[in-house]
């Protein structure tokens, strides 16, 4: 799998073959959603490909003023796919959007800012490849419901595996009774575990569109899921997040289901996580790989990772960027906040996973969700590992091999274990405080604009709202 063209005349002739009526041109915005704008494909010619289309860059948000909004999206044709789901035979195209007025590529374009810190990378004579493999959970539901009112806030997902089904009528056809229960769907067959042809539609059409599918299996929460892909550099990999969350939606939705990537949807269950593989060559030499090292993993490695720990606040700010990641990142489900490293050991932030020599080698940061935008998730982390290797290593501390879920918050205070922020506003004020590492990827009014954006979207507006929980805990005070 991987491309089907390599440059224009590849895509005129890609386009020829496979009958396209429609070129579809998409884009990210700065909270990683996909937009697109479909053009006819007897109207887009090779000087279009080449100079651009454009577009309203006010109307997309906190993006330009209206005074200023003509901007171009660049195609990207190396990046062209057939779109599954079209009635009509349509190519996408994954764009990057250029700045007019400053004739570059924008600042606040996300698949900009990761080419930037590809260019940084390379700048800094580091390395010449980054391989970054994330893995993205998903639930499957089949009805959610939401109400935001003034006076009345609450929402509703079902499952049929959900515990809570238990007692369910499904009229004629009967309540089966096959669940997974809580923190019990690792694993199971069927008929527990009820996505399996689901999955497989999902894993075939990923195929489709170009990622190389490994693996697909059903997650430890109810109604949980995943589909393992093969990594890539750090430009295709994040590309592939957004092919691999439309597909996973619109495979769901088609099938009469709905699917999300909310890092906690369900109190009292293992929550979803974007686990991010990551390894530095050059010279097409593995620069995390140090045979007898504490497993196999070179000072660069470890350098690198003592700068994602270091800036932990402003990293996380883009890693799990909503207030709804915090929520999955509490003791007891999986998701470690507690900043050391650790060989095979899914508790530490840092998981070096099992592997037989060079190739295998890398680093697992376990903290993000799929919430993030992955160009800038991608970006961040490997901007403030460069800035780790720049400046020699920061403090780490570790390794840690026992089971750290299980240490009480007083014992990690005693043994002055980092930990992530507590919540996305501590992130946020954070990030405020520490960017400039972020300086060779992100000018400043991005930064601000990005705090200012998030805390609008997220942080106030949730701050502000009552929960049934506070109901229960205050109402009677």
Partial sequence: MGKFVNNIAEFDKYCEENEVEFIDFRFTDIKGAWHHISYRKSAVDDGMLEAGIPFDGSSIENWQPINESDMILKPDVESAFLDPFTADSTVCVICDVYDIYKNELYAKCPRAIAKKALKYLDEAGIADAAYFGPENEFFIFDDVKIVDQDNHQSFRIETDEGHWADNADYGDYGNMGHRPRIKGGYFPTMPTDSGVDLRAEMMQILEEVGLEVVLGHHEVAQGQHEIGIVFSDIITAA????????????????????????PKPIYNDNGNGMHVHQSLWKDGTNLFYKEGEYANLSKTALDYLSGIFAHKEAVAAFTNPSTNSFKRLLPGFEAPRILTYSSQNRSAACRIPYGAGEKATRIETRFPDSTACPYLAFAVLMAAGIDGIKKGGYELVGPFNEDLFELSRDEIAERKIPELPNSFRDALEGLESDHDFLAPIMDEEFIQTYVNYQFGRHVIPVEGRPTAHEYITTYSC
Avoid: E, R, S
């Fill in 239 to 262: 590309d592939n997040v957004q092919k691999y969350k439309y597909v996973v939606k619109m495979v769901a939705h088609l099938n009469g289901k709905t699917a999300t990537f909310m």
